[in-house]
């Protein structure tokens, strides 16, 4: 499993080069997130052995389950997934850096709200549904420049960037407009200078469309399967409502 997934890696980082080279990019400005939804923690451990130390988890479950074998490696723990406002807690308690999937005001001050009272600040993003579809979270995209300004007041919380996760499709056009749509609010907020607020990072693309999103600008891809292997579970399972 070990030797599989240093392959799988290889191949996803010289893909990511790649593309940056064709964008004339500078690789370094695209970081690689592994997403690491059921992945075990030896596996995890395995891919952070060979430099990669950011990852991202979905469910707050699994980050309790991992976090005692993973805690004496040095690594950065973002959360993707949807944050349900009773999850908070768990979220500060477990050493997440950054929340990329805030997409309400409610779960933003919440999540202030908290902060305050155990003195910290945490980084997040905005995750807006540039897809337009029902079935994905995310701040509608006409919406997102009020929530990015409101967000901003909430003085704990960090605003770094904005994610999306784009259209499943294979008609790589209609999944780039996602990520330009993605790009041009990005623009269009640090254009508004608004105080504390300097949207650096866009958190988009994944093994299907990594090349696509870096071509439009992303800083942060996310890549679990194409990496660590199939699942068990259906997407759904990742991004509902609901913790299993």
Known sequence: MSEQILHNLKIILQRIEDACLKSNRNPNEVRLLLATKTVSAE???????????LIGENKVQEIKEKYEDLKSVLHENHFIGHLQTNKIKDILKYNVSCVQSVDRLDLA???HQRLVSENKTIEVMIQVNT???????GVHPDEAIE???QVAQLKTLKIT????????SAETEKVRKCFQLLKSIQEKANSLKIPNLNLKELSMGMSGDLETAIEEGATIV???????????H????YWNEGEK
């Open 43 to 53: 596996n995890i451990k395995i891919a952070i052995a060979s430099g990669q130390t």
């Open 109 to 111: 001050e919440k999540l």
């Open 131 to 137: 897809s337009n579809e029902e079935s994905k979270f």
């Open 147 to 149: 929530l990015i300004q």
């Open 161 to 168: 960037g904005l994610m999306t996760i784009g259209l499943f």
């Open 222 to 232: 996310r890549v679990g399967t194409a990496i660590f292997g199939q699942r068990i």
């Open 234 to 237: 259906p997407d759904s399972y």
